[in-house]
């Protein structure tokens, strides 16, 4: 599948599709790979726990004297920035880590949790989700590869989901992700698209509804949110060259 997506075309979009905090400033219309670009992810909000100070007369009994259980900290998704195109913690140089991430700007579900370069990643689970406004792919049907933008037919942004990573040796840092592709072949929109012959994909789009569950799922859960969205609800239109 293609490899090549576009951003939001508004900073409000961000709050308004996914109820985060809008970012300060867009990156360019498009991102493919070793490219930065947004990405949603669970922040953990440690809760504040009130120091109440025990009285001796009433701390004889140890289950007296014991404080209440924290409460479980609430889900709060924030929006980082990192480089499309995956790095894992082992790669040992920034030199390798870019020659690794074009080939990891995508990442098949299926293999996710035991392909070496995502497995330590799906098991932390550094879930995410890529906010775009459409995707491009090839449409070969005519023997010539066609770009054609794919996009909700409401207009509407998109949640695809995804994996991030942050690798670190001495100074340097990179925080990158990845886009995770379901399977296509009986899809009636997408399996017109990529190379005759290939196994046809597509990117696991979420529905609206399931983005915070997506981010803070069990990890054996998780894998019920890989599914193939409704063609229905995609449109797709041949880009048009200037």
């Known amino acids: 599948m293609s490899t090549q997506y576009e951003c939001l075309k508004s900073a409000?979009?961000?709050?308004?599709?996914?109820?985060?905090?809008?970012?300060?400033?867009?990156?360019?219309?498009?991102?493919?790979?070793?490219?930065?670009?947004?990405?949603?992810?669970?922040?953990?909000v440690v809760a504040e726990q009130a120091q109440v100070p025990l009285s001796e007369s009433h701390a004889e009994d140890p289950a007296e004297a014991a404080p209440p259980p924290a409460p479980?900290?609430?889900?709060?998704?924030?929006?980082?920035?990192?480089?499309?195109?995956?790095?894992?913690?082992?790669?040992?140089?920034?030199?390798?880590?870019?020659?690794?991430?074009?080939?990891?700007?995508?990442?098949?579900?299926?293999?996710?949790?035991?392909?070496?370069?995502?497995r330590e990643t799906w098991l932390n689970a550094q879930r995410?989700?890529?906010?775009?406004?459409?995707?491009?792919?090839?449409?070969?049907?005519?023997?010539?590869?066609?770009?054609?933008?794919?996009a909700r037919v409401d207009g509407k942004p998109m949640g695809v989901a995804g994996l991030w990573e942050r690798w670190n040796q001495g100074d340097e840092e990179i925080v990158s992700y990845t886009l995770l592709t379901v399977n296509a072949n009986s899809h009636a929109l997408m399996n017109r698209y990529g190379q005759n012959g290939n196994?046809?994909?597509?990117?696991?789009?979420?529905?609206?509804?399931a983005y915070g569950a997506w981010l803070s799922a069990p990890i054996d859960k998780a894998r019920e949110f890989m599914r193939a969205y409704p063609a229905n609800l995609l449109l797709a239109n041949p880009v048009q060259k200037k």
């Open 12 to 44: 409000d979009l961000y709050a308004e599709a996914f109820g985060i905090v809008p970012p300060d400033a867009l990156l360019g219309k498009e991102v493919w790979p070793r490219q930065p670009g947004f990405f949603i992810r669970k922040a953990v």
């Open 72 to 118: 479980a900290s609430p889900l709060v998704m924030e929006l980082a920035q990192g480089q499309f195109g995956l790095v894992p913690t082992w790669v040992k140089s920034a030199s390798d880590a870019k020659l690794r991430s074009t080939k990891l700007a995508v990442t098949r579900y299926e293999t996710m949790s035991t392909a070496t370069p995502t």
């Open 128 to 150: 995410c989700i890529i906010p775009m406004q459409a995707f491009l792919e090839d449409d070969w049907r005519s023997g010539k590869g066609v770009p054609t933008r794919i």
């Open 199 to 209: 196994e046809k994909r597509m990117p696991a789009i979420l529905n609206e509804g």
